[in-house]
């Protein structure tokens, strides 16, 4: 059974930093895109970021580029969500994922994502 289960969020101040963490389980992962989402109280999932299976290319939403980094480890079984600069705007609760089917891509669009984890917390107070 495929199981996605993230880890580090809380809370933080406007201007801290946390890392986000999730440790997939159940098949292979390296072969496979991951990407973050989130989703705010009374608001739709957006995409966050998204990183393809060698780790060597990544994209961002606009609203967090520059302050939010996606990495793996293939060897961990593992996706990394580092956060800098938060603001407010920032809080949700965070999900990762991963996708249908293998291959070079990193989808931006939570159709394309298979397995989700339960989600974490993140709140960025003022």
């Known amino acids: 059974q495929v199981q996605l289960v993230e880890s580090g969020g809380g809370l933080v101040q406007a201007g801290g930093s946390l890392r986000l963490s999730c440790a997939a389980s159940?098949?292979?992962?390296?072969?496979?895109?991951m990407g973050w989402f989130r989703q705010a109280p009374g608001k739709e999932r957006d995409f966050v970021a998204a990183?393809?299976?060698?780790?060597?290319?990544?994209t961002y939403a606009n609203s967090v580029k520059g302050r939010f980094t996606i990495s793996r480890d293939n060897a961990k079984n593992a996706v990394y969500l580092q956060m800098n600069s938060l603001k407010p705007e920032d809080t949700a609760v965070y999900y990762c994922?991963?996708?249908?089917?293998?291959?070079?891509?990193?989808?931006?669009?939570?159709?394309?994502?298979?397995?989700w984890g339960q989600g974490t917390q993140v709140t960025v107070s003022s």
């Open positions: 994922a991963t996708t249908y089917a293998p291959g070079s891509w990193y989808p931006i669009r939570d159709h394309e994502y298979r397995y």
């Open positions: 159940g098949r292979t992962f390296d072969n496979y895109a």
């Open positions: 990183i393809n299976w060698s780790g060597h290319s990544t």
